[in-house]
């Protein structure tokens, strides 16, 4: 099962459901879970999972690289490229590899064969045991443009290393924007971490909007709760979407995360709804009709 934790907006609480809830399956399950940090503009789950480094292997992307002998100026290439990677000078091909989505279309399609596709380092993939917890994490390089390449390269590796017989928790990016799609995509369940706030409900609802797109199981966990109002919960209720757990805030157990420490073996609380939230993905496992909530 694979299963995105996800979030509207940074600072809900995602990385803290990810890791505990890792770390309560490892527990009851017996079997092994892999954690996939995909915030990899900023991955911090290594910082409560602190394993053993077992692999570690840089992510390339493809761009364009020119080759004057060979080119016509035919200006193809500027024409079929469809996000402005491509200039065409008098003399000369500019290439802005910022720009570039590695499509191959230019290289493809180059008459003279004056384009050919190179590798430009985009991260660093890198695994983690602790136990039988598995971490991959994923680091984009400093000056990146896109995060979805390497977020892409990391699902793959993932379906290739670990095809399908653990759980597969998917740390994801924060808000709605193409990191967010491409880490949610395909997956089995997404659990949406918001805030009882304005702005909380603000991004959870463009969230929403974008995982029934995609036509995906979802569920709600409200974090911070008792801190702000009720409209997260209204929203939810009118709107016929689970609320799966309410964590409460709590100053010990923010001051606890600070530190890096896991929440799950120590609040009971806390302990207490991330239970909710597995018993409601193990009766998913069971069902035998599937769940609508478009």
């Known amino acids: 099962m694979k299963i995105a934790i996800a979030s509207g907006k940074g600072g809900t609480g995602k990385t803290t459901v990810s890791v505990n809830l890792a770390h309560m399956l490892s527990r009851k399950n017996g079997k092994d879970v892999v954690l996939a940090d995909l915030d990899v503009e ?3 789950s290594a910082f409560f999972i ?3 480094m077992q692999y570690r292997e840089d992510k390339y992307r493809a761009v364009p690289e020119w080759n004057y002998k060979n080119c016509t100026f035919c200006n193809q290439c500027r024409t079929l490229c469809k996000f402005n990677a491509i200039v065409r000078l008098p003399e000369q091909i ?7 989505h590695s499509c191959y279309i230019c290289a493809d399609l180059c008459p003279g064969e004056a384009l050919r596709m190179k590798g430009e380092k985009t991260g660093t993939l890198t695994y983690f045991k602790s136990g039988q917890i598995n971490l991959v994490e994923s680091r984009l390089e400093i000056g990146e443009p896109s995060a979805v390449p390497l977020i892409r390269q990391t699902k793959e590796w993932l379906d290739i290393h670990f095809p399908g017989k653990e759980i597969l928790i998917f740390d994801c990016p924060p808000g ?3 990191s967010f799609t491409e880490a949610v995509e ?5 659990i949406l971490v918001t805030e009882p706030t304005h702005f909380g409900l603000h ?3 463009i969230a929403v909007e974008t995982v029934r797109k995609l036509r995906l199981l979802f569920g709600v966990v409200i974090n911070k709760y008792g801190t702000g109002n009720k409209d997260v919960e209204i929203y939810c209720e009118d709107n016929n979407i689970p609320v799966l757990g309410k964590i409460y805030f709590q100053r010990e157990i923010a001051e606890a995360y600070s530190k890096g420490e896991l929440l799950y073996a120590k609040y009971h609380e806390f302990r207490s709804e991330l239970i909710h939230i597995y018993k409601y993905l193990t009766s998913l496992v069971f069902q035998t009709h599937k769940i609508n909530y478009t």
């Open 42 to 44: 900023e991955p911090d």
């Open 94 to 100: 500019l290439i802005f590899p910022e720009l570039c």
């Open 186 to 190: 395909n997956t089995d369940f997404v």
């Open 50 to 52: 602190k394993g053993e």
């Open 176 to 178: 709605n924007s193409c």
């Open 203 to 205: 991004d959870l609802k």
